[in-house]
RNA sequence: GCCAGAGUGAUGAAAUGGUAAACAUACUCGACUCAAAAUCGAGCGCCGCAAGGUUUGUGGGUUCAAGUCCCACCUCUGGCACCA
């Protein structure tokens, strides 16, 4: 049906379930009460306490779409539930708003980005605010305040002072068009994560946080969580651990190279080393080299080209010989050429590789470009002799084998297996060590619109920080937003903001310019909500202590190598210096499956397929939507939106509607206090005198509805909860009257997913107070299952007829009511079986 | 290449090793209606008029019993990737 249509019908039937009325008084009525907002004036430890928390979202122009708000609704239908079961909640709302996005909008429209944001944060939660969601708006909080970031430099400061943050001067990654160096894990394919254009190498002076230090308990504490493991191993991935070995090799240049290896199993199998081209051994090299013009050249030419270039895996390696240089195997005391080449990496391991053609893979390829020799020191365990040379001679295989096996013209350590011999040879010849792929923070951006880093560089003291006391530094208004491309910040341009005194020795100084990475700010948010107004420190220690860890974090899965790396990073420095008691921020994660457009391509502008909320909110109400979202499928899983399929879960919520005309009060429960106005008439009297009850069918599956509800929010089941209702409300359709205690029970299962219409009804049975505030119902436990069973009958496994029984009837009663059955009569008649299995009260299995 | 996840009707999907396809959409037929919509009823994996048979990517295995557990393979999706 097309939406224009629907909107006809939905105005031809006024009588009838009005969701447009409903949904604003109630979000109105809310907000007056502030039924949602989360008192903290006492908080005992150990009272049962639920922080939930969606990963806040950036205010981009654009608007929302049908699948931001998914994240969103399944958050707020568990803190509703939770709220209801009895815990103090907290389920807060605020704005990451630093960065380029709202940058590039003020370049455009020559605006301050604060006055873009606060528009775009306006405008999203207007449309966040349609949806009926339980935020505690006091406590909303936004990256760019001033009274935020200040903590956030804050922060900096105690890196800065722990020595976790230094300035480093090496080549980092760039990218031309945004004008900015990147963090590694900005850098998508060797492309600029933001605008896909390929990122450059560039020496430039910038902040960088030692991350990596805490790399083995970023790695360990992962264990401990409750994510999910796809993205547990994404992190561990990202961190890379690898247990190596380093080995040096003497070189006749009086300068020892140090490699890096996992296998130093393959040690004796050396034939040339090789060290990254921007390894800083070529100048310690000196004059040793004999080729230095071509050397320089090589090391020209091979910066020039970008990140996406060099590694793409396919390429072919390109390698200089250093003319002059030898180094020698620990191993054998055998000299063996160095190279200079672009497929190693300078920031991984030493800088400096070993190069074992015969049983490595990019080895083996520099090895055959370059006609070096490979020599073979590890035999598969499986294969015998077969491809090798007669006479044992190794010399010209050329067969390339990477997997662990035996060691053979290794000395005294052949006939071992790798993983021994890798034990020992360290041992012998160097030692073992530890490696991440992790790199460190690189924390700058050399543009206008971020936390300004809060130090100043003085001609005397060199880097001072700002005193606590003059926190924040804030980011002054400019005329021109345009990054400089200089590796300057648009700052540097304001001097009255640059030039100031040196807190130390009151000489002339300059503030950094550098603003830091979007990142920042979103790597410990979630602490602020606790207590957000707090001017004196990051958080209240009694607060934090209450509320750590965030029980439920919702999210998208793309932030797993990213903001879900720093913010546990952060959380764990915080916890270093005594801020926060725990070491994990986040104890449960869950990733929402995102919305794809009914095209099957990601939601956006570009491809028109984008479809509103608000639209959605307007024609079919927003418990409509928030119904539909959650019974689309799986919550985790990503999913194509269809429009024509929500009039479902509106037909069902019409449903539940016209359910309470048939409404009547308990058996006991003596006069009804009243149904809004509608059963009055005589016959509806006379059945509330006498009260109503369920028949047994129907109250088991009533209280098989409560406890899927129940257990299917707890584990993010929702599109099944949604349908054990539905099954629940087809039934009660059927019965000519429902006891007001059943339907009264039904609105609450329902009030987490559909808060309006829930509530509206609660009022229209003269209930107190908000169903939502009203207690979460329990099942009877002895109720769940039928008296009268459906007994299978299975031949050989295979289902051939069925009996029914009472429930708890006798094993040695199903076998011979199973032997009596049709089926068996007619075809087995005579026969006895071989084996019978009974399953109590489902199944009798003959096997003949 | 490495790591992880997923393959079930026309569609979204459901199923503690125990009746595969619940729930919902679409579709077909019927009731109501001058008519349409809404609503209600019936049907709806495949083969078959029916009785019945058969079905969870492919092939094997374990089991009385497999969508579910194990092995191999195919396909798709996501993450990482010259990380030594």
Not at 3 to 28: G, P, T
Not at 614 to 619: A, G, K, Y
Request: hydrophobic content about 35%; proline content about 5%; overall charge positive.
């Amino acid at each position: 049906m097309s939406v224009l249509y629907y909107n006809a019908y939905i105005m031809a039937k006024k009588q009838a379930y009005d969701h447009r009325k409903i949904e604003k008084k109630w979000q109105k009525k809310w907000e007056a009460s502030k039924i949602y907002k989360t008192d903290d004036k006492t908080l005992k430890l150990g009272q049962k306490k639920f922080y939930v928390l969606d990963m806040f979202p950036y205010p981009s122009g654009e608007g929302l779409h049908v699948g931001h708000p998914k994240g969103y609704i399944a958050t707020d239908v568990v803190s509703r539930m939770k709220r209801m079961s009895g815990y103090k909640v907290l389920h807060p709302m605020g704005w990451d708003a630093f960065g380029l996005p709202a940058e590039q909008f003020a370049i455009k429209n020559k605006t301050n980005p604060m006055i873009g944001v606060k528009k775009t944060v306006a405008r999203f939660k207007k449309q966040v605010s349609i949806i009926g969601l339980d935020y505690d708006w006091d406590r909303e909080i936004n990256t760019t305040d001033p009274k935020y970031y200040k903590w956030t430099q804050w922060t900096f400061l105690k890196m800065l002072e722990a020595g976790l943050a230094y300035e480093s001067h090496e080549p980092i990654n760039w990218c031309p068009s945004c004008k900015t160096g990147l963090a590694n894990e900005d850098v998508e394919d060797g492309k600029c994560e933001r605008c896909g254009t390929p990122v450059e190498k560039k020496p430039l002076r910038q902040w960088v946080i030692r991350i990596t230090k805490y790399a083995d308990r970023l790695l360990n504490d992962l264990e401990a969580l409750e994510w999910p493991e796809p993205i547990k191993d994404a992190q561990r991935n990202w961190i890379g651990r690898s247990e190596g070995a380093e080995v040096a090799f003497k070189t006749n240049a009086g300068v020892d190279i140090s490699v890096f290896t996992t296998r130093v199993d393959t040690l004796f199998g050396v034939t040339y080393v090789v060290i990254a081209p921007e390894s800083k051994l070529i100048a310690e090299f000196g004059d040793n080299i004999k080729n230095q013009k071509e050397v320089a050249e090589f090391i020209k030419n091979t910066s020039k080209i970008s990140d996406i270039e060099r590694t793409a895996v396919d390429k072919p390696k390109n390698g200089l010989k250093l003319e002059g240089v030898v180094a020698i195997n620990p191993a054998n005391n055998e000299e063996v050429p160095v190279f200079i080449a672009d497929y190693v990496l300078a920031n991984y391991g030493t800088g400096a590789v070993m190069a074992v053609p015969a049983h490595d893979t990019r080895d083996y390829a520099f090895a055959k470009k370059y006609d070096l020799p490979i020599r073979e020191v590890i035999q598969s365990e499986n294969i015998k002799d077969e491809k090798r040379g007669e006479n044992g001679d190794k010399k010209n295989v050329d067969e390339l084998f990477v997997d662990d096996g035996v060691l053979i013209n290794s000395s005294k350590f052949s006939g071992l297996n790798s993983e021994e011999a890798r034990g020992k040879i360290a041992k012998t010849f160097g030692k073992l060590v530890t490696k991440y792929k992790l790199r460190d923070w690189v924390f700058s951006r050399q543009r206008y619109w971020g936390e300004p880093i809060p130090v100043i560089h003085c001609a005397e003291c060199g880097v001072v920080p700002v005193p606590y006391k003059d926190l924040p530094v804030v980011l002054p208004r400019v005329k021109s937003y345009e990054p400089t491309g200089t590796g300057e910040s648009p700052l540097a341009n304001i001097l009255s903001w640059v030039n100031v005194k040196c807190p130390k020795c009151k000489g002339p100084g300059k503030r950094e310019t550098n603003t830091m990475p979007q990142w920042a700010g979103s790597s410990w948010y979630y602490l602020r909500y606790m207590d957000p107004k707090n001017d004196k420190a990051l958080v209240d220690p009694k607060k934090e202590a209450f509320w750590s860890p965030v029980d439920f974090y919702v999210g998208g899965a793309e932030h797993a190598a990213r903001h879900l790396i720093y913010a546990r990073f952060w959380h764990k420095f915080l916890q270093d210096i005594g801020v926060v008691k725990y070491g994990e921020p986040f104890k449960k994660l869950q990733n929402v499956g995102l919305i794809m457009g009914e095209d099957g391509r990601k939601m956006s502008k570009r491809y028109g397929n984008v479809v509103n909320p608000d639209t959605i909110v307007e024609t079919y109400g927003a418990d409509t939507l928030r119904l539909y979202e959650m019974f689309m499928g799986p919550f985790d899983q990503e999913i194509t939106w269809k429009t024509d399929n929500i009039i479902g879960v509106r037909r069902f919520l019409e449903k539940v509607w016209r359910l309470q005309e048939r409404v009547m009060s308990d058996a006991g429960a003596g006069a009804d206090k009243k149904t809004g106005g509608k059963k009055t008439n005589n016959s509806g009297a006379k059945i509330a005198a006498e009260g109503v009850v369920l028949d047994n069918p129907t109250e088991i599956l009533f209280n098989q509805t409560i406890k899927k509800v129940t257990d299917d929010i707890s584990t993010l089941g929702f599109n099944t909860a949604i349908s054990q209702m539905m099954i629940l409300v087809n039934q009660l359709e059927k019965l000519e009257t429902i006891p007001k205690s059943v339907y009264l029970t039904l609105i609450k299962l329902l009030a987490p997913f559909a808060p309006h219409a829930t509530e509206e009804l609660w009022m229209l049975f003269g209930e107190k107070g908000s169903v939502h505030t009203s207690g979460w119902p329990e099942y009877d436990s002895s109720k769940l299952v039928l008296n009268t069973i459906t007994v299978m009958v299975q031949v050989n496994g295979k289902v051939r007829d069925q009996f029914s029984a009472e429930l708890g009837i006798s094993k040695e009663e199903m076998e011979k009511l199973a032997l009596d059955s049709k089926y068996i009569k007619d075809n087995f008649a005579g026969k006895t079986p071989s084996r019978i299995i009974v399953v109590p009260n489902k199944i009798v299995n003959l096997v003949y």
